[in-house]
């Protein structure tokens, strides 16, 4: 079992940045490959970013290629996502989630963990 608690959601002006943690307990941090995802009222889940547990290179979505930088702190068992150049459409409930297996995959139904979801509002 892995448990998983995001923070450092929150209200931003456009153009402005944010930073989310997600902080890992139970198995080995460092056997699962991480991912953000993000869901806006009425919407489906959606992939944001990922992370494998040996590689330093996220995968994103085009949506926020070029803005997010995903990275993590095994020694910490810690997962963020740097967002910056915020818009008012990035706002929605980020999730953190957690899989077994190397592959960054982008569907929700790949991986097994989830946060409880932290909330991100963009304001025009």
């Known amino acids: 079992q892995v448990q998983l608690v995001e923070s450092g959601g929150g209200l931003v002006q456009a153009g402005g940045s944010l930073r989310l943690s997600c902080a890992a307990s139970?198995?080995?941090?460092?056997?699962?490959?991480m991912g953000w995802f993000r869901q806006a009222p009425g919407k489906e889940r959606d992939f944001v970013a990922a992370?494998?547990?040996?590689?330093?290179?996220?995968d994103y979505a085009d949506s926020v290629k070029g803005r997010f930088t995903i990275s993590r702190d095994n020694a910490k068992n810690t997962m963020y996502l740097q967002m910056n150049i915020l818009k008012p459409e990035d706002t929605a409930v980020y999730y953190c989630a957690a899989r077994s297996g190397l592959a960054t995959l982008r569907m929700t139904s790949n991986y097994d963990y989830w946060g409880q979801g932290t909330q991100v509002t963009v304001s025009s």
């Open positions: 139970g198995r080995t941090f460092n056997d699962y490959t």
């Open positions: 992370i494998s547990w040996r590689s330093t290179n996220g």
